[in-house]
C-alpha cells in the first residue's frame, strides 16, 4: 500500500479545508439571515403598534365596526404577511400581535378601555425584546 506524495496529501487537505470553509460560511450567512429577518419583524411590529396606539387615542369619537383605522389595517397586513411567510421563529410575535390588534380595533369602537390596549402593547413589547 503506497502513502502517496507530499503533493498529493497538500492537495487533499487543500480540498478538504475549501469545501469546510464553503459549508460554514453557508451556515453562518444563513444564520445571520435569518437573525435580521427575526430583527426587521420585531422593529417593524414595534413601529406599527406605536402608529395604532397613537391613532387610537387620538380619536375623539369613537368609530362603527364597519370603518377602518389604516395603522390597525397595515399591521393586519403585516401580520397576515409574516403569516403567510410561515417563519417559525417569529410565530410567539404575531400571536402577541394579533392579540394587540383584536385589543387596539375594540378600543377603537368603544367597547375595551384603552388600559387593556396599553397591557397587550406591554405584552407585544415583551416579545420584542
Do not use: C, P
Not at 40 to 50: I, N, Q
Not at 52 to 59: A, E, M, N, P
Amino acid at each position: 500500500m503506497q502513502i502517496g506524495s507530499l503533493a498529493d496529501w497538500f492537495t487533499g487537505a487543500a480540498t478538504f479545508a475549501a469545501v469546510l470553509t464553503t459549508l460554514l460560511f453557508n451556515f453562518f450567512e444563513r444564520r445571520r439571515a435569518a437573525k435580521q429577518s427575526i430583527y426587521r419583524a420585531k422593529t417593524a411590529m414595534a413601529r406599527l403598534s406605536l402608529d395604532v396606539i397613537r391613532q387610537v387615542d387620538g380619536l375623539t369619537d369613537n368609530v362603527s365596526d364597519g370603518d377602518s383605522l389604516s395603522a390597525i389595517h397595515t399591521m393586519r397586513i403585516y401580520v397576515f404577511v409574516l403569516t403567510l411567510i410561515g417563519n417559525h421563529q417569529v410565530s410567539e410575535l404575531l400571536e402577541a400581535s394579533e392579540l394587540f390588534l383584536v385589543t387596539a380595533n375594540k378600543a377603537a369602537v368603544g367597547k375595551t378601555d384603552k388600559s387593556e390596549l396599553k397591557e397587550a402593547y406591554d405584552q407585544l413589547v415583551a416579545r420584542t425584546i
